[in-house]
């Protein structure tokens, strides 16, 4: 939205060929477009609201849904509200929006802050010396006893702000100067010292202060309380301030939201076997914690209110549903509804929003309804009623929710570690993706106030890759009967196919030969003679290739124990499942034997009799995308179907995605024991295991799955009426890169190439990523084809070809330092530092742009292509705008325009340069050349001042132009407009034409709307004519071409009254939506009505 703040004289330069319809001494087409546009346009009919062909984000498979409310507007500003919807599924602990689950409501803005380690405003930054790696041992020693105190901070802060169109991130250099991470040329200040306000002037000189700020604490319970940590984590948007004076303020109120955000657990255990001091063993037995809560207390901001420093804008307010009615936690309020007033407090608009809460205590936005009651859109969601509460522990290991009865958090797939974990039960959960429960929740429709509508049907994300088929277990039964030789075992011989566990049930059962249990008089029960133990059964195993060595069975008592033993007995009275480890290849002897002649004994082996095999083939991983829209225009009529398939179009069964890093939960931490010598000490590593990925599986934006290829099919599952493939850049956030400094993907091991640490040997795999991925998610190519047969290829009928320039102009970064103090340390060497693990990253900013797109058009047989190729180039990174777009055809002509603005080095000399250059306003060309093959054209300039007749305000004096060759002396350019004169808040009061006729503008509604336009008078003409006596206005200027206005405020025009004194007559319903248009004479020259289908 970034133009709608552009500086008033931009939005008067626009064709408006009804200004000047009666000027005929002049051409038009000279004019027209150099013409302030202060000539409101005709109200159009009230939107029915649109319906369908709701865009889908590709990259990701998100659903992009955009709902626009209305917007509250200045003279000169403008700030729209709307809905918005983008979500690859709902997480589990997911805290909803003051509109509910998944959406947003998009308002003024807003700068987030992402705390790295400690608030980089609150604690001692620590620097490292300018060349760490250069540095002396000393210096080094320094620098890592500096970061390893408690109160020090090491990484900085990342800054990501959003508003008005502009959005990015920065941080702050140790000089304590902004880097915008992405170039941009908006100016960064701090207003005050410490948690200071921000103002950030964008590149048209709009400045926006951000003055409201919400606060962030937390802390750890359950085991104990942490010290809380925090700190201000956002502010809001206060005010915008046009530089002609225009303001929009917003409002706010506090509240405080208490509650838990997530849970956590932890598995901890000796790292194998070690050595403490004096040679006594190490060995911690697996320990799984209990559920610890991570506290989060909120103080934020609440908008209640929006107006302008000019009352006749009206103003907008918030209200909200009372507390505990909607929430989902306390303190966290739904928007009840949103009003438009005017001044004098008559509602143009106003939206109510209501919800559903389930039993779960989940909020979803059911329906929105306008003034109008009959415009109102409703949702539907997958499955709402079954999404879970918060902090279930049914979640996969993204966390969205996967429908399994879990009892822990911990992972129980945690064997990858290779570190005997296998060896204790602690009943982990089960993390594994399924996608028809991670779409419950999820927007599953939308109904318009047409009635038509549009449906959405979700899948499992997924990528391509190795997966293991385990074939069915085979079942085996053998048995020895209670007529069995006591001593004699019984034996079975198996040959593993592969690596597995074998398990093992047992049963025994004893029957006595003195019948059923009896007992004496007192009911007590008589001894069996008989019965002379318990263990009536026992199973082993050895190799073929050693007979009497037998092997290792055991099974796990309750609390999780691991029992081995070579000869497993079992009876009724103890378990009877116990397991065995088999190698592939291997060949095994299995013996079954009982201890009683009045014992049967039986043994079941359930294993895998062939080994499974490996396939490639399309893997789910976290989330769900969109796998078809249906648009419905009316509820009756067909749909328009798309359907999306995350692959090439060659082969759409092969999915292209990219689900980066594998969900990793091992950490190794380790204590310093002081043994009794002096200065002697044993290290002992202990292995822990979280319930969330170490390393982020959103390492580059909020969706962890990426595809390089998307095709949409048009009309049906089979390209019915054609389609579109679009290819994208993978590029994600890493430790190393897996691109070269040419930009050409490369392949990386990240297991093998892994974390920069540059002190200790432990890892800190939580650690925070460099941000490479500059181009993660940009568009290289498009195709749109035609299928003309069933199995015949495809026919291309259009494609575009983006070229992305990474401009080494802007190369910066900076490093940060994850540090972890892993002991306190016994004996101090005061030039080696040991305690501590230090990894290094960096925030890196990158100036990108589009270097030349290709476009080729085909004909119906995908032959005879026409290419157009368009090349754009920045050749001034002080201001990073476009310098120059050229375009070549297949016919080899070129077209070039060129731009040049205030800071280029040809700008100099121009009035009020340095103005615009220190008041930011550098986006604008001032002077603009068309060449055509190499020859010049055209060129347009404006001059800018800023004295008396602009009020003292900087703004457009004089617009030159010319087109060549001319028989002017020396091509030279010529004036086609001067303005004359404006007021104090830049409304143009009169401009002249090349002609020497002037123009007066006469304004109203306190200085917000045209009232009249005078055309061969000057203002001072003007506005005295009209001073005297307003009916008799236009005979006071016979000579003049008048035209009036009237309006209805915040809603339209209403009254227009040509020179020859014709009125045309605006009329509006209850609702403020345009009526009927009447001629001078009442005749109706158009009506709407609004008829929504119920």
Known sequence: MKNLYKSTWRSYVVFLLIIFASLQTVAQSDYSKFLPNIVPPSPTAGELGKYGNVPVGLFTGAANVSIPLFSFKTKDLESPLSLFYGSNGIKVDEVSSNVGLGWNLNFGGVITRTVRDKPDD????????????????????????????????????????????????????????????????????????????????????????????????????????????????????????????????????????????SNSQTLSMSYFTQLACSGVTYAKLPTLSG????????????????????????????????????????????????????????????????????????????????????????????????????????????????????????????????????????????????????????????????????????????????????????????????????????????????????EFTGYVNYESPLGPPRYDNNGNLIPDPYDTGHYLAYVQISNRNSPNDFLSLYTYTYNGDKINTTSFRYTQKLTNTFYFDAKAGKTYDFFLGKGGLNASASVEVSYYATAPTIINTNIETGGVRIKSTKDFPIATAAPVYKRYYYANKDDINHSSGNTGRKPFYMDLSVQRQSCPTECHYADLFDLNISSSS??????????????????????????????????????????????????????????????????????????????????????????????????????????????????????????????????????????????????????????????????????????????????????????????????????????????????????????????????????????????????????????YAKDATTSNLLLPKFIYAAKFPNILPGNALEKKITYDKYDDVGNILQYTLESGMPVAIIWGYNKTKPIAKVENATYDQALAAYAANDTTFRTNLPSALITTYSYKPLVGITTLTDPKGFVTTYDYDTYNRLKTVKDNLGNVLSENQYHYKN
């Open 694 to 943: 170490m390393m982020s599986l959103f390492d580059t934006g909020s969706s962890n799955c990426f595809y390089k290829y998307v095709t949409v099919s048009e009309g049906g599952d089979a390209f019915e009426n054609g389609g579109e493939m679009k290819e994208f850049t993978i590029h994600r956030d890493n430790w190393v890169d897996d691109f070269d400094s040419s930009g050409n993907p490369v392949t990386v091991d990240h297991e093998i190439n892994g974390i920069s640490r540059i002190l200790g040997t432990l890892d800190i795999k939580s650690a925070p990523f460099t941000n490479f991925g500059w181009n993660n998610g940009l568009e290289i190519k498009s195709q749109v084809f035609q299928k003309k047969l069933a199995g015949s290829p495809f026919v291309i009928v259009a494609e575009t070809e983006n070229k992305y320039k990474l401009d080494p102009s802007y190369t910066k970064e900076i490093k940060s330092y994850a540090v972890r103090k892993n002991y306190t340390e016994i004996c101090v060497n005061p030039n080696v530092v040991e305690n501590l693990t230090i990894v290094e990253y960096k925030t890196k900013g990158y100036w990108f742009y589009v270097e030349s797109s290709i476009t080729r058009s085909y004909d119906l047989k995908g032959l005879n292509p026409v290419e157009t190729t368009t090349t754009y180039q920045y050749n001034n990174p002080t201001h990073i705008q476009l310098t120059s777009q050229s375009t070549k055809s297949s016919s080899k002509e070129t077209l070039e325009t060129k731009y040049y603005y205030p800071q280029d080095a040809v700008m100099a000399s121009e009035p009020q340069v340095s103005e615009m250059i220190t008041t930011n306003r550098i986006d604008t060309p001032l002077k603009t050349e068309v060449f055509r093959a190499g020859i010049k054209q055209s060129e347009q300039k404006t001059e």
């Open 122 to 261: 609150a604690q001692l930054r620590v620097y490292p010396p300018d060349n760490l790696a250069g540095a002396t041992q000393a210096e080094k020693v320094q620098f890592y006893n500096a970061a390893g105190q408690d109160n020090a901070d090491t990484e900085s802060d990342i800054y990501s702000f959003n508003f008005s169109g502009n959005s990015g991130k920065f941080t702050y250099d140790r000089n304590g100067l902004p880097f915008l991470i992405t170039n941009q040329k908006i100016k960064i200040e701090k207003t005050g010292t410490g948690n200071a306000d921000f103002l950030l002037t964008a590149t048209d000189g709009i400045k926006y202060y951000f003055t409201e700020k919400e606060s962030t604490t937390f802390r750890t319970s359950g085991a104990g309380h942490s010290v809380p940590n925090g700190g201000v984590t956002a502010w809001y948007l206060g005010k915008i301030v046009h530089q002609n004076g225009s303001q929009i303020t917003f409002t706010y109120e506090e509240y405080i939201m208490d509650y838990v955000a």
């Open 291 to 502: 559920i610890m809560s991570q506290d989060m207390t909120v103080i934020g901001k609440r908008v209640t209110r929006i107006s302008s420093n000019n009352t006749t804008d009206g103003y907008v307010t918030f209200t909200y549903y009372a507390s505990g009615i909607n929430e989902d936690i306390d303190g966290n309020r739904k928007i009840d509804n949103i009003t438009l007033f005017t001044a004098e407090n008559t509602v143009v608009e106003k939206i109510k929003f209501d919800y559903l809460k389930t039993a779960n205590q989940r909020v979803f936005l059911q329906n929105i309804t306008f003034l109008d009651p009959t415009k109102k859109y409703s949702f539907e969601y997958t499955g709402q009623t079954e999404f879970p509460q918060r902090l279930s522990y049914s979640q996969d290991h993204w966390g969205y929710y996967n429908g399994k009865y879990n009892t822990n958090l911990v992972d129980k797939n945690i064997s990858q570690y290779g570190s005997g974990l296998d060896d204790f039960d602690y009943k982990g959960a089960d993390k594994e993706p399924n996608a028809d429960f991670a779409k419950i929740g999820l927007l599953k429709k939308i109904i318009y106030p047409t009635k038509g509508y549009t449906e959405f049907e979700y899948e499992a994300n997924t990528y391509w890759g190795q997966k293991t088929i385990y074939p069915t277990k085979t079942r085996i039964r053998f048995e020895r009967g209670t007529e069995d030789n006591d001593d004699i075992a019984i034996g079975k011989s198996f040959t593993s196919p592969t690596d597995q566990r074998i």
